[in-house]
């Protein structure tokens, strides 16, 4: 079945410091890819997607790219800040049936000032 | 806009005990979803609420019953709580036509803590 890996945290980071965190996935055919983000005592907000490959979907200095040949969708940002310190969630689902998604375990990212 | 709005958002309840969180939307969304978070777990789907008057089972049902009540509501029963039911729970909805179209992804509610004793 579908499923999405990503790297164990957590991820401590100085800040202005270049963040990457891997997700891998296996599913057959063509799912889209998602990046939420979960702020502490907050619930899950989408962060960015990608609907096909090699689509970039960015949003607040970060960036992922849908690798399809790597079956990969990396996170990535140039210069992290503490406000970034979060939860975030490699996710995927399919474009048809009844939309569920498969999450990641999730990576919590610490940035220190 | 409330989005998606779960109650209580803290519950502390004895083995045995029934309960239900109760999770509204007011996106006039077709789709809701119960997840549960544990560390280590990331999130697993309970159930889910294609449309209005239709549930099916998630990944980890078990010892968990819902109710869609409405468009705009989706709860999540407890009959007898177990330790192992202690974590956190998600409320999301989402618009399938939606996804058809672009994949806008679902809208979270806050959370409710449940710790059973």
């Known amino acids: 079945g579908d499923s999405v890996t990503q790297m164990e945290g957590p991820v401590t980071l100085s800040e202005e410091a270049f963040l990457t965190i891997n997700c891998t996935y296996t599913a057959t055919g063509y799912p889209s890819l998602f990046w939420y983000v979960q702020y502490p005592g907050e619930g899950l907000q989408l962060l960015l997607k990608?609907?096909?490959?090699?689509d970039k979907g960015s949003n607040k200095g970060f960036e992922a790219t849908y690798r399809k040949e790597t079956t990969s969708f990396h996170l990535e940002k140039g210069s992290v800040q503490v406000s970034d310190s979060a939860v975030y969630f490699c996710?995927?689902?399919?474009?048809?049936?009844?939309?569920?998604?498969?999450f990641g375990t999730g990576t919590r990212l610490k940035v220190l000032a | 806009n409330a989005g998606v709005t779960q109650t209580p958002k803290f519950q502390v309840l004895k083995t045995g005990q029934s309960m239900t969180l109760q999770c509204a939307q007011d996106?006039?969304?077709?789709?809701m979803y119960w997840y549960r978070q544990d560390p280590g777990m990331g999130l697993r789907l309970i159930y889910y609420s294609a449309s209005e008057g239709t549930t099916d089972k998630g990944e980890v049902p078990n010892g968990y019953n819902v109710s869609r009540l409405n468009k705009r509501e989706f709860s999540l029963r407890l009959e007898s709580a177990a330790p192992s039911q202690t974590s956190v729970y998600f409320c999301?909805?989402?618009?399938?036509?939606?996804?058809?179209?672009?994949?806008?992804?679902?809208?979270f509610g806050s959370g409710t803590r449940l710790t059973v004793v």
């Open positions: 990608a609907t096909k490959a090699d």
């Open positions: 996106m006039n969304h077709n789709s």
């Open positions: 996710a995927l689902s399919r474009t048809s049936g009844t939309y569920k998604y498969i």
């Open positions: 999301a909805s989402s618009e399938p036509e939606a996804h058809r179209r672009a994949n806008y992804g679902y809208t």
